[in-house]
T-cell receptor, first 113, second 109 residues
Framework: EAGVAQSPRYKIIEKRQSVAFWCNPI?????LYWYQQILGQGPKLLIQ????????DSQLPKDRFSAERLKGVDSTLKIQPAKLEDSAVYLC???????????FGPGTRLTVL | SQQGEEDPQALSIQEGENATMNCSYK?????LQWYRQNSGRGLVHLIL?????REKHSGRLRVTLDTSKKSSSLLITASRAADTASYFC?????????FGAGTTVTVRA
């Protein structure tokens, strides 16, 4: 079974630029999560989708971050414009509906200069 | 804000020894999970313990949960070099995880 796919694996941008990350969850997993993991910290939930609907985006900085999951499968997370403090690993995870175990992708390491 | 706090922040042990790390949390939970993260990679689910359970085993892993103290512990027995990683506890409510800052475990050969 293929795992959660994410791309790119690494991205370096200048502050005020835009960046987008892509995630393809495990087939059949209706629930998809985006996390931000700053160096030395645990992951922090940014947004949770179920199919193509948002379940929770209370911790998403909506002035600069946006996410979509238009067809209920893969998802894109965008940052526009990026700030220095956005440097982090962005992790995507998926799960079956009603199941607690989450499966994580390898993450995208973002460096904002 | 992060719900769980792991202790210690870092742990260095000899291969074959046991490793114990603790997690404290603040609010009520549905369940508590432990994840492992190898350097530069995503997280891997290790074990889940529900709020009505006190102890659970999986291979060389033993997890305890004390809801009255709002704490959990993870024991890795007979450690191996491949156990070198960061370990995170995550409390779960409504299928949303709140992670602690993790314990970094180094197993020396």
């Amino acid at each position: 079974e293929a795992g959660v796919a994410q791309s790119p694996r690494y991205k370096i941008i200048e502050k005020r630029q835009s960046v987008a990350f892509w995630c393809n969850p495990i087939s059949g997993h209706a629930t998809l999560y985006w996390y931000q993991q700053i160096l030395g910290q645990g992951p922090k939930l940014l947004i949770q989708f179920q199919n193509n609907g948002v379940v929770d985006d209370s911790q998403l900085p909506k002035d600069r971050f946006s996410a979509e999951r238009l067809k209920g499968v893969d998802s894109t997370l965008k940052i526009q414009p990026a700030k220095l403090e956005d440097s982090a690993v962005y992790l995507c995870a998926s799960s079956l509906v009603g199941r607690d175990e989450q499966f994580f992708g390898p993450g995208t390491r973002l460096t904002v200069l | 804000s992060q719900q769980g706090e792991e202790d210690p922040q870092a742990l260095s042990i000899q291969e074959g020894e046991n490793a114990t790390m603790n997690c404290s949390y603040k609010t009520s939970i549905n369940n508590l999970q432990w994840y492992r993260q190898n350097s530069g990679r995503g997280l891997v689910h290790l074990i889940l313990i529900r709020s009505n359970e006190r102890e659970k085993h999986s291979g060389r892993l033993r997890v305890t949960l004390d809801t009255s103290k709002k704490s959990s512990s993870l024991l890795i027995t007979a450690s191996r070099a491949a156990d070198t990683a960061s370990y995170f506890c995550a409390t779960s409510n409504d299928y949303k995880l709140s992670f602690g800052a993790g314990t970094t475990v180094t197993v020396r050969a």
